[in-house]
């Protein structure tokens, strides 16, 4: 009998402790597997696309959106269509720049290099009732470009996180990573790379909520 309460007691104790290691090692377990394997989200058309200074407004998605991406939301409103510039924190400083050249093409530069995305059509996107419309700009001939969303396959929950923004707000007890990436190729062979990235909340009500991604890579070949 004696020996069956201490199995039993082991039990007890190594599933504590594999519970705790897995709540303190939960999200660096969901980027090793990130490295390997994602899902994918959407594809959004990179051109033509809108720039306000701020932000880069791509869209609509190409084809069937594959699953939301927030809540039980069909296809990828707007507002998740909008990649600002922003690295990520602490500091949350510029990754790269864009600036409008005489001639009108939109240029990207970072690392001491200048990526071309595209020129000034003339037209305005539509954006929100609320902000007005954006330039649009649209890749140069002989251009391919791709646009792709994808999330983390392993969620890691969040069962100490507190609602800091205000009283009676809800908390999220799941995160996953979300992953837009940018590829951009000239007839030239010059190259460009975009990665954002960024947290996804989950809500029991809600399910997945609006994700925060900051641009942490850029690359121009």
């Known amino acids: 009998m004696r ?3 201490i199995r039993g007691g082991a039990l007890v104790i190594a599933a504590v402790i594999l ?3 897995w709540l303190a090692m939960a999200r660096q377990l969901s980027e090793l597997v990130d490295a390997v394997r994602t899902v994918r989200v959407a594809n959004l058309s990179p051109s033509p696309f809108g720039w306000n200074g701020v932000w880069l407004q791509f869209g609509p998605p190409l084809g069937d959106v594959q699953q939301p991406l927030v809540g039980q939301m069909p296809g990828i409103d ?3 269509r909008g990649l600002s510039l922003t690295g990520p924190g602490p500091l949350y400083t510029l990754t790269a720049t864009i600036a409008v050249n005489p001639e009108g093409k939109l240029v990207l530069s970072a690392g001491g290099k200048s990526f071309v995305l595209g020129t000034r ?3 305005h996107l539509p954006v929100d009732a609320a902000d007005p419309d954006m330039p649009e700009f649209a890749a140069e001939p002989g251009d391919s470009a791709s646009l792709v969303i994808e999330r983390s396959i392993l969620a890691w929950p969040t069962p100490f996180q507190l609602n800091v923004v ?3 707000g809800a908390t999220s007890t799941w995160k996953r ?3 837009y990436r940018l590829s951009w190729v000239k007839r030239s062979g010059a190259r460009l790379d ?3 990235a960024g947290e996804q909340p989950f809500y029991g009500v809600d399910l997945w909520g609006a994700p925060g991604v900051f641009l942490t890579q850029v690359a121009i070949r």
Do not use: E, I
């Open 19 to 21: 519970g705790v290691v």
């Open 166 to 168: 205000g009283l009676g």
């Open 3 to 5: 020996a069956v309460l």
């Open 177 to 179: 990573h979300v992953y």
């Open 194 to 196: 975009m990665l954002w």
């Open 121 to 123: 059509t003339g037209n």
């Open 78 to 80: 707007p507002q998740f």
